[in-house]
């Protein structure tokens, strides 16, 4: 299956992402960063994303998947290996926003080919791939994250884990772009794409907001749940422990949501698992000891999997 390079491919981008944005935090932190300046570096990784998706997506389109990838992982080894070299706030940013334009790259072209490379027939079993490798290389993530932080330190654990893209970029190099046959009209129609047409498509907008308000939530709980976990005296590598348990909360939900979904509508499990979520969330600063929170944790992040 020519798939299973890509696949490979965002599996290797996923981890040192996923451990480099709690990393970052406590980083900051330990760099004296006050809470203002660890929110302003954590917004960084989604500004470039913002800026780039719908230029990223005309791009893999016409041109295919190989050169995105290659761009996006060399983006996120850079991103990783400038805090090693440079253990300054200023640079934080900076990193920020190269590991968000790096990992958008890299996301968008592995689902563009695996997307346009399965038939109908079997598109479901192809996304559920896409999502298995995606789940298991979050998952990954945090708990090496935490464990490498414990043992070394932060500055060694950006640049250990700035070695992991270069598996995405060997492994990329096996799959066959997906061919250009892209007409010159519908060049022309893609050229004058924009966000506002995005936003007139049915249902899409209400999508979007959606969509929103559950990454917030879950970009807020991502940044600074590590640092409310240091300051109850719970270790890295717990805290890693507790990430790689909300990674696969969200991997898990997505087995069982289709049926759900269909038993009971979209509207009304997203609403469910909202209001579970919400709670969640709230006991959470109720929670100091180590098992506790991995249960809710997982409690708070399963309502992920209804808006992917």
């Known amino acids: 299956m020519n798939s299973i390079p890509l696949l490979l491919a965002i599996f290797f981008v996923l981890i040192p992402v996923s451990a480099a944005r709690p990393m970052t935090s406590l980083f900051a932190k330990q760099l004296d960063a006050s809470m203002v300046e660890i929110g302003l570096i954590t917004a960084c990784y989604s500004i470039t994303p913002l800026v780039l998706a719908v230029f990223a997506g005309r791009y893999i389109d016409r041109y295919g998947e190989k050169i995105p990838i290659f761009i996006g992982s060399l983006g996120i080894i850079i991103s990783l290996c400038l805090p090693f070299f440079f253990p ?83 492994v990329s190099q096996f799959t066959i772009s997906s061919p ?96 579970i979520g919400a709670l969640a969330y709230g006991i959470i600063p109720f929670q100091q000891q180590f098992m506790y929170l991995l249960i809710t944790v997982s409690l708070a992040c399963k309502r992920k999997g209804v808006y992917p």
């Open 88 to 170: 300054m706030i200023p640079i934080l940013y900076i990193s920020q926003l190269l590991l968000g334009g790096g990992h958008l790259l890299a996301l968008l072209a592995v689902q563009n080919r695996v997307t346009k490379s399965a038939s109908n027939q079997n598109r479901d079993q192809a996304v559920g791939s896409f999502s298995l490798f995606t789940s298991i290389g979050m998952l990954l993530g945090p708990l090496i994250g935490g464990y490498t932080t414990e043992h070394l330190g932060f500055q060694m654990s950006y640049i250990l884990i700035s070695l992991i893209p270069i598996a995405s970029i060997i």
């Open 180 to 275: 250009r046959n892209i007409s010159r009209s519908t060049k022309k129609n893609s050229t004058n794409y924009n966000y506002k047409e995005l936003l007139l498509i049915p249902g899409l907008s209400r999508s979007i907001f959606v969509s929103m308000i559950i990454l917030s939530a879950l970009d807020i709980f991502y940044v600074y749940f590590p640092l409310y976990a240091q300051s109850i005296g719970l270790s890295l590598s717990q805290i890693g422990w507790i990430l790689t348990v909300q990674a696969a909360s969200n991997a898990l939900v997505r087995i069982f949501m289709p049926q759900l979904v269909r038993n009971f509508g979209r509207i009304t499990i997203l609403w469910i698992f909202m209001a």
